[in-house]
């Protein structure tokens, strides 16, 4: 009898494994349809023995102490800040857009002051920010949003960014310093060996059974366990009940060059060319050298294995009506990116992921003192005399 059988090897899945195996002593069955674990931030080597990543680039960047030290009991961190350049009237010219961006592209040399009134000028006032078109133009006005972020946004998620909530494009700033970062937070960091072995760490454990290749539904009634943790699309557990969910997939093109750098920056994104968003230079984030180099283009498209889910209205109503079902199943947990249909960053996701083990841990005290005989007090007086041993790591 396992404890708990957790559905999906990726971030939630794993650290909810690891916390409950070894902070609990509960014993967990991880299952995952893929041959791997480490779900999306899956890294290898390739056949030139490269290091990449197999779904896309995973930059790991937080500002949450607890998630950077909680991620660094199974890795050393190599720093890393990411930067970005965007392909854009023939120039690759910085994104986030910047007091370079403007100036290169304006073929113009204004200070801070006056990039900010220029952007000030361009501005459209938008009295109430709704979609990912109103937080652009009323930064940068409609010229800028049209050369960086309209086409890449259509491409990206199959909409215009005024059929967008307003948090996908908010995810990307503004400045007019010359700070080149694509993140600003705290911790910035890539796992020293990468994100497999990070995830290899976390996983091995006397009570962890790990099981590859295994769509859940094989197992589930053959198999028995107390709770279930799913982390699969939430749509997809309920059978599709109130309809499907719409989810953003990818499709990822590698090719390994016979040079030892290809791109200006570690990733360039193409707004208004190519039907692919942007190319990857996996080198360039893990440090790694070597002769050739290996890079990776995203093609967005509509089906295929689910990425994103879009943030839009009528999405998160529907996705609502699981949210309650899920609500009211007792028993299973719905935690991560697609069991709780949110674009969450992996930081987040570790955050949800181990607010639950909180949540878990806390019912399991509650069942086990509630079980206490009531009428000796005994128990009681003993927590007085001994002090509990503190937990171990
Ligand atoms: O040039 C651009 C860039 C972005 N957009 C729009 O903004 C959306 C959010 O962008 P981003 O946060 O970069 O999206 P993503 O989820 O793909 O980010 C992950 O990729 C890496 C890294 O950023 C790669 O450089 C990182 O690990 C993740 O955060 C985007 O969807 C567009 O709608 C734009 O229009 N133009």
Do not use: C
């Amino acid at each position: 009898m396992f404890d708990y059988l957790i559905v999906g090897a990726g971030f939630a899945g794993s650290v909810l494994a690891e916390r409950l195996a070894t902070r609990s002593n509960k014993k967990v069955l991880i299952v995952d349809k893929r041959n791997h674990i480490a779900g999306n931030a899956y890294d290898h080597y390739n056949e030139d023995g490269i290091l990449v990543h197999k779904y896309g680039p995973h930059i790991f960047h937080t500002n949450a102490k607890d998630v950077f030290e909680y991620l660094s009991n199974f890795t050393d961190w190599r720093p890393y800040e990411h930067w970005v350049l965007a392909s854009v009237d023939g120039q690759h010219v910085p994104i986030p857009i910047n007091l370079d961006t403007i100036n290169k592209l304006y073929g113009t040399n204004m200070t801070s002051f006056e990039v900010d009134a220029f952007l000030e000028s361009l501005a459209e006032e938008i009295p109430v920010i709704k979609t990912s078109e109103d937080v652009v133009v009323s930064k940068v006005g409609r010229e800028l949003y049209e050369k960086f972020f309209r086409n890449y946004t259509r491409k990206q998620w199959g909409l215009d960014p005024s059929e967008l909530d307003k948090s996908v494009t908010s995810r990307v700033p503004t400045r007019t310093n010359r700070d080149r970062r694509y993140f600003t937070d705290t911790y910035q960091a890539m796992p020293l060996h990468g994100y497999t072995k990070m995830f290899e760490k976390m996983l091995d454990h006397p009570n962890i059974k790990v099981m590859l290749n295994t769509d859940y539904h094989e197992i589930v009634n053959m198999i028995p366990f107390k709770e279930m943790i799913f982390t699969g699309p939430v749509d997809e557990y309920f059978d599709y009940k109130f309809g499907k969910l719409p989810y953003r997939s990818l499709e990822f093109k590698h090719e390994t060059l016979n040079k030892e750098q290809h791109l200006e920056a570690p990733v360039v994104n193409y707004p208004n060319e190519h039907l692919y968003t942007r190319i990857t230079e996996f080198k360039a984030l893990t440090g790694q050298t070597h002769p050739k180099t290996s890079i990776v283009y995203e093609y967005p498209k509509a089906e295929g294995d689910p990425y994103y889910p879009i943030p839009r209205l009528e999405n998160a109503e529907l996705y609502n009506k699981y949210k309650k079902l899920a609500d009211e199943t007792p028993n299973v947990h719905f935690v991560g990116r697609l069991a709780t249909y949110k674009y969450y960053n992996m930081d987040q996701v570790v955050a949800q992921a181990l607010t639950l083990y909180k949540k878990l841990t806390e019912k399991g005290e509650e069942a086990q003192k509630a079980k206490k005989p009531t009428i000796t007090g005994s128990a009681s007086i003993i927590d007085k005399l001994v002090p509990r041993a503190p937990a171990k790591e």
